[in-house]
């Protein structure tokens, strides 16, 4: 089903500051709402508890960035930012008993980056302490408890310090996408106070903090309030400046009253003109001291001007304005007051709405046009549902059915989240329908369907279309046919841009589409038995084919269902059938049903046929195998299913033709073996006082999880206790597709760790089909070598080693000679080595390990000639060295001993005690550390 629409955008000021940037609230003991569902729905997922102050953002598509209290910093998964977490140490310096803990700000030009301001409860009991922590009494005493009577402590409550008007900045690339402070950005002061007044810097500030646009539309006013001053900073692409536009201005709330004094909250209207305070006192005791004021603010300086007096000895707390910013609004001593700020005598449009709020109420508007106010203690929000309208027209509700706001279980207190005003300037709604002060940024699309988005600026300009944040190449036009993929399935955000030829602000919509997909459905028939077959006529519930036309275990309760004789009318919705649970039809009719989502009438069409028949169709069954014998043909009992009615079936038949003919039926049909592998179906015939009943049977063969016959592992005795990991040949990626039992141990778990070597198996389940196979695994016991090794050397040319290995060594192994990397060789043999010291390596050929050991090759010289001409005049065994110890011995041809030395040694110079030996041949006796002795002869020729 395809159709277009036209839509009007929502537009409003500055591209960078979207409506779905306040769609998410987190507020009081747990609670939140969303705005993101029209009507707006609670959450219960926040994991903020805060009597007063909290702070929310979210992107321009609506989804939560982040939240806080103004000490501790939640990420959208509602895990505490690292370097925002008051209880370990890392904390910012607002405080949840602040009016205006925390207010959230985007970077002007850098999407990633977001300021948190914060503002301190500025505590008496922490100002008599001062420089000290607190709390103390008037006279600097420590006091174990603040004095409010609620038996407060640091650092549940408090820190004991006066912080005034700090932030810090978030950076959303850290902690891949969830955000974090930047710890050398947290807590960066900014001096709101007479640093050389000794009373100021105790309080610092008040606990009031409003944002609105700069006029230049690049940069953002971030406003306080101390004393009798206003405190203006500025944002732009460099940051923030800590320089800020003060203005002096009435009245003047003195420290003496603070910390009550400095209740209340302060707002800038959207359109950035006035701003309103609430100061709920001017004493620490006493009631209906406070007052209310209204100011023009300078949207392009920074200054307020023009103070006026809306309401005196009152209890004020909460402030707020309309969308349009022509209407003001404050709680004040249980009432809710409003005013006309565009007429002459703004204080003759009082209007007052009595005992409708708790003392000290925060008031916010939303994303969608209306403001809100908790009823304190409970689970309601309670709405004005058109803020812009004058008196009983404002449409105030505590009516559920009427706009107000469940929160579930979760309980609200006396504050809501600020947000920057800017978002909620007047707008062009989305739909045009129904209330024109409701904003709508949700479209709701049935698969398949198109609409149109458009908005013309009243002047020359340039548009830019954005899909899910990304720019729409070459779509500059004021309009745009969305969905841009029909396919689409996915819910959708779509942004348009526009900047007026005229250097006016830019101005951004957004829409949010939600795409609903149509309903599931197939053809399907109804069949009636009769009696009598001539008559081909019979009355029908079309009601009855519900079940079988939804698809996918769709729940027919969850549609709405029309019928119609053609299936054109049934697209049209146009004469439908009304006797629908007794309509007449005759054999073989088609009829068209149409089936529709509740919201937003998402539909689609199938065929009904409508059957007169002499039988009626039974349930199906299935009857189920698994695959013993690997072949997929299985033996079935069909009368199980018998079990499963009541009623006796008359015969079994593998056709519907046969069924209907009762001919050439199953015989064996308690042994009955399926023709076709793995899948066969056959039918079952049931004799009644009026129809036959004819039914199917589906015979399904699954097919044993598919292990081979054996699993070798080898296990390395010489680890032992170390274990092993063994497990089914199974693919990990789909180890939870089964369920396993290891008889040896009871475990069932997919691997188990062993540390034994033998025959191990594992009953393997399919946990779809239950279908069993059994796995085994050998598990063989492998070691380190155990070997000697054989050497010739000494007298023949042809000098090798050879690694013997013992017989209880119990795998197969590879050789290297010096190095430990190789190259390893399958012979133990190494032949024509050179006389030296080699290091032989075993290699066990499972992973096992490697054991080396040392040996010598000996090189004897067979003649010497000391004749001093430098040549052989000594005689020495070639190949000895540090590496190995040796005992030689010269023996003459009688076994005297005529010199002994060892491996250090230079050799036998042909001298007995200083006297030349004669030409002759003489002996050897070599030992060797390793065990080995070497007996020989040479001869001395001179």
Aim: glycine content about 6%.
């Amino acid at each position: 089903m395809k159709s277009l629409f036209l839509l009007f955008l929502l537009i409003f000021s500055v591209s960078s500051f979207s409506q779905g940037e306040a769609n998410n609230w987190y507020f009081g003991q747990f609670a939140g709402v969303t705005f993101n569902t029209n009507p707006p729905s609670s959450l219960n997922n926040g994991q903020l508890t805060t009597l007063e102050g909290c702070s929310s953002i979210s992107d321009s598509a609506g989804n939560l960035v982040f939240y806080t209290d103004g000490r501790t910093v939640w990420d959208k998964e509602h895990n505490i930012m690292p370097n925002a977490d008051y209880f370990n140490g890392t904390g910012l310096m607002g405080d949840p008993s602040s009016t205006s803990s925390g207010l959230i700000v985007p970077h002007p030009t850098n999407p990633n980056l977001y300021y948190i301001f914060t503002v301190d409860e500025p505590h008496h009991n922490n100002a008599n302490a001062y420089p000290n922590q607190g709390p103390a009494d008037i006279n600097g005493n420590s006091i174990p408890f603040y004095d409010e009577g609620f038996q407060f402590t640091i650092p549940q409550e408090d820190d004991g310090y006066n912080h005034g008007f700090n932030y810090s900045l978030v950076d959303m690339n850290l902690r891949n996408g969830l955000g974090d402070v930047i710890p050398d950005q947290r807590n960066l002061h900014l001096v709101t106070y007479d640093v050389n007044d000794p009373e100021e810097i105790k309080y610092k500030c008040a606990e009031k903090i409003t944002a609105v646009v700069n006029d230049n539309c690049n940069s953002i006013w971030v406003i306080t309030h101390f004393i009798n001053r206003f405190y203006a900073f500025s944002i732009d692409e460099n940051g923030v400046d800590p320089n800020p536009v003060i203005t002096e201005i009435g009245p003047t709330i003195p420290l003496s009253s603070y910390r009550r004094g400095a209740l209340g909250y302060l707002k800038a209207s959207p359109n950035g003109e006035k701003l309103i305070v609430a100061n709920l006192q001017n004493a620490n005791s006493g009631q209906n001291t406070g007052n209310i004021y209204l100011y023009d603010f300078n949207n392009a300086t920074g200054e307020l001007e023009n103070p006026l007096l809306l309401k005196d000895n009152t209890l004020a707390y909460g402030v707020e304005f309309s969308p349009n910013s022509k209407v003001a609004y404050a709680t004040s001593t249980g009432d809710l007051l409003q005013w006309n700020i565009e007429a002459d005598d703004i204080l003759s449009t009082e209007y007052v709405v009595q005992n409708t709020t708790n003392l000290g109420i925060a008031i916010q508007l939303a994303p969608n046009g209306k403001i809100y106010f908790p009823q304190q203690q409970t689970s309601l929000l309670k709405v004005i549902n058109s803020p812009n309208n004058l008196g009983e027209s404002m449409g105030l509700s505590d009516s559920l059915d009427d706009g107000a706001i469940d929160l579930g279980e979760n309980i609200a207190s006396i504050g809501l989240p600020p947000f920057i005003q800017s978002i909620f300037t007047s707008r062009i709604g989305l739909l045009e329908e129904g209330d024109t002060n409701q904003i709508k940024t949700q479209l709701k699309l049935c698969e398949g369907e198109t609409f149109e988005l458009s908005y013309t600026h009243e002047t020359s300009a340039t548009y830019q279309w954005y899909e899910n944040g990304e720019p729409i190449e070459n779509e500059t036009s004021s309009t745009l046919v969305i969905p841009l993929n029909l396919d689409s399935t996915e819910n959708l955000n779509y942004t348009l841009d526009v900047f007026p030829d005229d250097g006016e602000c830019a101005l951004s919509g957004i829409a949010n589409v939600l795409i609903e997909p149509l309903p599931q459905i197939q053809n399907a028939s109804i069949n009636k038995c009769v009696t009598d077959i001539d008559d081909f006529s019979s009355e029908f519930n079309l009601n009855d084919a519900q079940e079988n036309v939804l698809t996918n275990n769709l729940n027919s309760n969850d549609f709405i269902f029309s019928y119609f004789l053609t299936e054109e009318e049934a697209y049209v919705d146009e004469n439908a059938i009304q006797n629908e649970t007794e309509f007449t039809s005759f054999n073989d009719t088609t009829i068209f049903v149409r089936v529709e989502n509740e919201v937003p009438n998402c539909f689609s069409v199938s065929e009904i046929t409508l059957r007169v028949t002499d039988y009626t169709e039974g349930e199906t069954y299935d009857l189920l195998r698994c695959d013993d014998n690997l072949t997929g043909i299985q033996n079935f009992d069909l009368s199980e299913i018998e079990n499963n009615m009541g009623a006796e079936i008359s015969g079994y038949y593998e056709s519907i033709n046969d069924a209907l003919n009762q001919n050439n039926s199953i015989l064996n049909f308690q042994t009955y073996t399926n023709e076709e592998s793995y899948a066969n179906e056959v039918y079952y015939r049931i004799e009644n006082n009026t129809c036959s009943t004819i039914g199917k049977v589906n015979l399904t063969v699954f097919n044993l999880p598919m292990l081979s016959e054996s699993f070798n592992y080898t296990y390395c005795l010489d680890s032992y206790p170390e274990t092993i990991e063994i497990k089914p040949n199974i693919n990990e990626n789909e180890a939870d597709l089964y369920s396993y039992f290891w008889p040896h141990s009871n475990q069932t778990t997919y691997q188990v760790n062993i540390n034994e070597a033998g025959n191990y198996s594992v009953l393997v389940t399919d946990l779809d089909t239950g279908c069993e196979a059994i796995q085994q695994i050998e598990v063989t016991g492998v070691n380190l070598a155990r070997f000697s090794l054989v050497t010739q050397d000494a007298t023949r040319y042809d000098n090798f080693i050879e690694v013997v290995i013992h017989d209880d060594s119990l795998s197969e192994y590879e050789f290297a000679l010096n190095d430990p990397f190789g190259p390893f060789q399958d012979s133990p043999r190494f032949e024509n080595l050179e006389p030296g010291f080699y290091t032989v390596y075993v290699k066990e050929i499972n992973g096992c390990g490697i054991i080396k050991r040392n040996v010598a090759l000996l090189g004897i010289m067979p003649y010497f000639s000391p004749n001093n001409d430098g040549i052989n005049d000594y005689w020495k065994v070639i190949g000895l060295d540090n590496n190995i110890r040796a005992k030689i011995r010269i023996f003459d041809r009688y076994g005297k001993l005529l010199h002994e030395f060892d491996e250090a040694n230079t050799g036998w110079d042909g001298t007995y005690n200083g006297n030349l030996m004669l030409n002759n041949d003489y002996w050897y006796a070599i030992h060797l550390d390793d065990g080995r002795v070497l007996r020989g002869n040479f001869t001395l020729k001179r």
